[in-house]
């Protein structure tokens, strides 16, 4: 993180930084850990129990991420620690790279781009890069949260119908935007586009799946922003090249980052980026700024703003 993004923590922390590069725990922050009353993590560092058994003194955990799957909540739990994120600060960021990724994927942008880099745009050609239509067409959003919803605010104004999936029933989106919750089979089975906003959770892994991905149509464009292990990434390599379904457009993979000689990358009709939903500078501020906000209430033994563990405080 850049120091002046960290401003709102001088003087009232002693901060212990860890190298940007590897990612994790380095050396000297292992060191440091026994001494250690708060971490603030990023979503490439795994905080599990035996990171926790030697920081003894951690009272809260913040995470610079609203995703929380690094974190074994269960355990920080059990140990009392509350465990805050950055909920809100990246909603309208990436919604706008998943309709990017909808966009890019539908109408081909990786083809066409390199075909014309490499001398291939000979004339304008009517059948030339033809990709799949948008408005009017059906995007199936599966996890109507705060994501969930501006991707459908996205989807509405392109002229999309809106169908989506989740736990509860979302009232508001229903009636603005005239989106109607389905099973999510049949959300599988009618979408032309299939956009992901859920969190990676034991009942999420692997949602995406040989079985979900051959229930979807030939013609279906899967969109991920969420968190790449929700789809299996065998399955989406086979689905891609055997014509399950027509396009992937990714920014997340599993694992993370992907390997630049990884089969995905080799696939003409899959779209990816290296998970840069949040990167725009208002967001990343933003996201630090809760962080701060979150470090700084858990040091001083406050409630924190915003925390994914509330039940810490109930006892
Ligand atoms: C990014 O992936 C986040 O969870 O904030």
Not at 80 to 100: F, Q, S
Not at 161 to 190: C, F, H, M, N
Not at 269 to 278: A, D, E, K, T
Request: net charge negative; hydrophobic share 40%.
């Amino acid at each position: 993180l850049p120091v002046d993004w960290l401003k709102p923590l001088d003087g009232r922390v002693r901060l212990i930084v860890g190298p940007a590069d590897p990612p994790g725990f380095a050396d000297h922050l292992l060191q440091a850990l026994p001494e250690a009353e708060g971490l603030l993590t990023l979503l490439t560092d795994r905080v599990d129990a035996a990171i926790l058994d030697r920081a003894p003194h951690v009272r809260v955990i913040s995470n610079v991420a609203v995703g929380f799957d690094n974190i074994d909540i269960a355990e920080c739990s059990a140990r009392k620690i509350p465990v805050g994120n950055t909920p809100g600060a990246m909603v309208e960021a990436t919604a706008d790279i998943a309709m990017g990724l909808l966009i890019a994927s539908a109408r081909r942008f990786a083809e066409a781009s390199s075909d014309a880099r490499e001398g291939h745009w000979k004339t304008w050609s009517p059948i030339g890069w033809l990709g799949a239509d948008i408005s009017g067409a059906v995007i199936g959003i599966i996890g109507m949260g705060k994501i969930g919803k501006a991707m459908a605010r996205r989807a509405h104004g392109f002229g999309m119908k809106i169908i989506y999936a989740d736990t509860s029933s979302q009232p508001e989106i229903e009636s603005s935007l005239g989106a109607i919750r389905y099973p999510l089979d049949d959300l599988l089975r009618v979408s032309d586009y299939i956009s992901l906003h859920i969190p990676l959770m034991n009942s999420t892994r692997g949602l995406i799946n040989e079985s979900t991905l051959r229930t979807m149509k030939p013609s279906a464009i899967v969109i991920n922003t969420s968190r790449g292990p929700i789809v299996n990434t065998t399955d989406l390599c086979r689905a891609l090249r055997e014509g399950w379904i027509a396009a992937a457009g990714l920014d997340v993979t599993d694992p993370e980052p992907l390997p630049p000689d990884h089969d995905l990358y080799d696939l003409p009709n899959c779209f990816i980026l290296p998970h840069i939903g949040s990167a725009t500078h208002g967001a990343r501020r933003r996201m630090a700024e809760m962080a701060c906000e979150n470090v700084l209430a858990g040091l001083e033994g406050k409630r924190l703003p915003y925390c994914v563990n509330p039940q810490v405080y109930e006892t």
